[in-house]
Nanobody
C-alpha cells in the first residue's frame, strides 16, 4: 500500500516562508508525476504545482513565489513557499500519480495545514 506523508505546515505571518515535504513509500518514486494541491474552506481543491521527470507547472497565483522540487533518492517532493499571503491559507495535499497509465494509479497524502496571518 502506497503512503504519502506530508510535513512542514504551520502558522506563519504574511511575507514569510514555509517548506512542505512529502515522503512516498514506493520503490518506483522516480516514475511518478508529483503534485501539490490545496483546499481552502468552502473552496474546491486546486492544483498548486506539479513536477514530472523533466518539467514543472505552477498555478498562476503562486508563480514566482513557490518552487516545487523532488529528490528521487529520498522519495521526497518539496514545496518551497515564499512571500506567503493570507489567501495561501489552506490544507495542502501531496499527490503522486501515473494517470497517464491508469486512472487508479493516483495517491494522496493526509494533508497539512498552512495558515498565513495578516
Amino acid at each position: 500500500q502506497v503512503q504519502l506523508v506530508e510535513s512542514g505546515g504551520g502558522l506563519v505571518q504574511a511575507g514569510g516562508s514555509l517548506r512542505l515535504s512529502c515522503v512516498a513509500s514506493t520503490r518506483i518514486f522516480r516514475l511518478y508525476d508529483m503534485g501539490w494541491y490545496r483546499q481552502a474552506p468552502g473552496k474546491q481543491r486546486e492544483l498548486v504545482a506539479s513536477i514530472t521527470t523533466g518539467s514543472t507547472n505552477y498555478a498562476d497565483s503562486v508563480k514566482g513565489r513557490f518552487t516545487i522540487s523532488r529528490d528521487n533518492a529520498k522519495n521526497t517532493v518539496y514545496l518551497q513557499m515564499n512571500s506567503l499571503k493570507p489567501e495561501d491559507t489552506a490544507v495542502y495535499y501531496c499527490n503522486m500519480n501515473r494517470r497517464w497509465l491508469a486512472n487508479d494509479d493516483d495517491y494522496w497524502g493526509q494533508g497539512t495545514q498552512v495558515t498565513v496571518s495578516s
